[in-house]
């Protein structure tokens, strides 16, 4: 079983979910129905939006500084924690709860989620949970299957409205979030880490940057050499200086490549041939602005 997602972000433990769910969740699939609503009207109204552990995305994050009006900096710096444990593979981000005895939301307000439009996909997806199994040499396109997670606290589930699983995705907008989720999920379980492979700590550095920090991340791009030597079509070029969403999905294929030498970006043809046989691959790479790990090739 491989990444639990959905309320164990906000609700739990994933190493619990892990454990748990196979055994004791059943299976849903898109056309399973459920009764389930949050309103105000509900007693227990925003009681989960406060001790919980929020995991955020790359997409959270570019959602969310961008509502806020911030730089990917400022919003790390005032709304995140990055937990360091040793099994860590990949960087993880943690939404930062108020330091108050609640351990409250600090986008919860007297009227609810200050921020519903660009909520997290954890809380997007609650009740709902998804799991996916390892069952492929990728690492993570196997069977994925949806469950509920009941708890007591909640009294969404006495509600009498009732859904499909599909239709309640639809609701809450999962699509793009779920898009972006699997390209995050092609670089966090990929191949390479299945086979026993480390990052370094100046990799995972920039795996950060260019994940989390797109706002440095743009920096590296367009003030360093890294265009005028990668050959990387000018309509996206143009995109990625404006377009957060453009700049994301480079920084997926600029990842696979560096970090696990996967042919998703190029050099151009010139500079790979004035330094064919003269010099050993990591030397083709200019190191990256101060300040942003990474710059040269693995």
Known sequence: MSDP???????????????????????????DRFSFDCHPGVSCFSCCCSDVNIFLSPYDVLRLKRRLGLTSGEFLDR?????????????AVLL????????????????????YGDRPWPCRMYPLGLASQKDTTDGWRGEHFYFLLEEEVCKGFEEDRERTVR?????????????????????TLHGFFETGGTLSEKKLEMFFTACYDLDKFRAFV???????????????????RRNDEALLRFA???????????DTVRLKPEI???????????????????GVAGGTAP
């Open 222 to 240: 367009f003030d360093s050499t890294l265009l005028q030597r990668f050959d990387v079509d000018e309509d996206f070029v143009e995109d990625m």
């Open 96 to 115: 930062r709860m108020k330091d108050d005895e609640a351990r409250t939301c600090p986008f919860l307000g007297a009227e609810g989620c200050t921020v």
């Open 167 to 187: 239709e309640w995705l639809d609701e809450q907008g999962m699509d793009a979030y779920d898009d972006w989720g699997e390209g995050y999920k092609e670089l």
């Open 5 to 31: 997602q959905g309320p164990a972000a906000g609700c739990g433990t994933a190493e619990l979910l892990e454990e748990k769910i196979l055994a004791d969740y059943p299976r849903m699939g898109p056309d």
């Open 272 to 290: 790979l041939e004035a330094f064919k046989g003269t010099v050993e691959k990591r030397k083709i790479f200019a190191q990256a602005p101060a």
């Open 252 to 262: 997926f294929l600029w990842l696979r490549f560096s970090l696990f030498g996967e």
């Open 79 to 91: 709304h995140t924690l990055l937990p360091v444990q040793k099994e860590m593979k990949t960087p």
